[in-house]
């Protein structure tokens, strides 16, 4: 993805046709759907706090498919037990954050 990123800036591919490449990567990929929540985490919010509605329009929008709210809840407490977030704020406002120094193999790491 990032390489089609840089390929773009420098004018090669058009960004809708890079769009595409990247939706058909991850839903064509044989992903689970924990793998794309995960993806799209790493992708969508590497550095910045999300809410889970976040996760699900990022998702939505990205794939083109819908997921659950509660689904993605469910997945992102899961990479808060694995350590890969961290979680802050009151249950019914939860923020997420990649924790600071996750290594991409940790990511990946995280999918079991």
Known sequence: ?????????????????????????????????????????????????FSSKEVQNAYEQELGEPIGLSTVATYLSRLVLKEVLVKNGPLNNLKYKIVQGVSQAHMKQAIS
């Not at 800036?9 to 809708?16: A, H, N, R, Y």
């Not at 064509?28 to 985490?41: A, C, F, M």
């Open 1 to 49: 993805m990032r390489l089609l990123d840089l390929v773009e800036l420098l004018g090669g591919v058009p960004k809708e046709e890079a769009n595409t490449r990247t939706r058909t990567g991850i839903a064509e990929n044989g992903l689970s759907k924990y793998d794309k929540v995960r993806t799209i985490v790493q992708r969508s919010f590497p550095i910045v706090w």
